[in-house]
């Protein structure tokens, strides 16, 4: 019975596998590359999984444990470098460029169907460019680059203000002592909150 | 400890099943990597076998095997990939959002079209 089950299994990996050579030879841009080898390593974990399950042995364990780890690595540094789409190619309100909405699944490689699959890049090389930076920019990513060019840091309070130093000294005397930097950077505030409070804390005492 | 035969047919089957299953799911990301439109569809369909089918045919490999001693590596090659395959899944989401490897006439809503356009509001760029 299992040697059943992995010879089926065997087979349903060899049919992902082709499914995603198909896609890596055929891809339209690097990512879908990117993830489609990310699939392959794993279906390769898988028939070596396969393997040690059918000759009782255990000795790829540790290749399937660096297979997770590569193509984490593979995945995020490609997706670092991916070259943003030229721009006469991209129309949002423009109706669907092609009637089927899904691609063939005949791998036929001639060069029409080339330019019926909707992602093909005018220029499959061309040299990086970093997203949001140079002509190519637009709306879907200039945000990012004015975030970054805005130079966004969260606002911190730089000491206290005037407004705040009046209820804190009108508080009933706290045992510990007032912060250093609050007489320094108000020094002529601090006499009067202290002058006005005073007799309301001994009516306080008083009461 | 489990020396009857009964325990052995009844952990070779949860093995073969658990091998087919495991299969299947590779075959599920070949289909969907074959057919589906654009990338994050695709993105959809690779997932798959990274974290279900390994576990299943993880589980498979570590059931024929009839040991805790290899537990805890197979632990550590599934945890792992768990914890790796939603990164890489972000950064190269977040990358083909950005750089527009995506088909937007096959969106039905774009959630992250209309917070980029509220935070690009807020912080108006200062160009110069």
């Known amino acids: 019975m299992l040697e059943t089950a992995v010879h089926i299994t065997q087979v349903l990996l060899a049919l992902g596998a082709a499914g ?22 794993i279906i390769v974990a898988s028939m070596m999984i396969v ?31 991916v070259v943003v789409r030229s721009p006469e190619e991209v129309v949002p309100d ?20 080339q330019a019926g699959e909707p992602e093909t890049p005018h220029q499959p090389i061309s040299t990086p460019v970093m997203p949001g930076v140079g002509p190519l920019e637009d709306e879907s990513t200039s945000w990012f680059s004015a975030l970054a060019r805005s130079g966004f840091t969260p606002k911190r309070r730089e000491g206290p203000m005037p ?23 108000q020094p002529d505030s601090t006499p009067k909150p202290e002058s006005t409070s005073s007799p309301q804390q001994q009516e306080d005492r008083d009461a | 400890m489990l020396e009857s035969p009964t325990a052995d047919v009844i952990l070779d089957a949860l093995a073969s099943v658990l091998l087919v ?16 439109p654009d990338l994050h569809s695709r993105m959809h369909a690779a997932t798959k076998p990274q974290v279900l089918g390994l576990l299943a045919l993880l589980l498979a490999a570590a059931i024929t095997w009839r040991s ?6 197979v632990v550590l090659a599934w945890g792992l990939l768990l914890l790796t395959a939603p990164v890489s899944a972000h950064v190269v989401g977040r990358s083909g959002y950005r750089t527009k490897h995506m088909r937007r006439d096959l969106l039905t ?10 935070i690009s509001r807020e912080q108006p760029p200062n160009r110069g």
């Not at chain 2, 809503?109 to 509220?118: I, K």
Request: proline residues 12%.
């Open chain 2, 68 to 73: 805790w001693e290899q537990v805890p590596i």
């Open chain 1, 94 to 113: 423009a109706p669907a460029h092609d009637p089927v909405p899904f691609p063939p699944a005949v791998p036929v490689s001639s060069s029409s169907q």
């Open chain 1, 163 to 185: 407004e705040e130093a009046e209820p804190e000294s009108q508080q009933p005397p706290a045992p510990e002592s007032p912060q250093p930097p609050e007489p320094e950077s």
């Open chain 1, 20 to 41: 995603t050579v198909y896609r890596i030879y055929k891809g339209p841009s690097v990512l879908d590359r990117v993830i489609s080898l990310d699939v392959m390593l």
């Open chain 2, 21 to 36: 299953v495991g299969g299947l799911m590779s075959l599920a990301a070949g289909i969907g990597l074959v057919r589906l």
């Open chain 2, 109 to 118: 809503h774009d959630e992250l079209a209309s917070a980029v356009e509220r």
């Open chain 1, 51 to 81: 393997d040690m399950v059918i000759n009782d042995h255990q000795d790829f364990i540790l290749f399937v444990v660096v297979t997770a780890v590569i193509g984490f690595l593979g995945a995020v540094a490609i997706a670092r470098y």
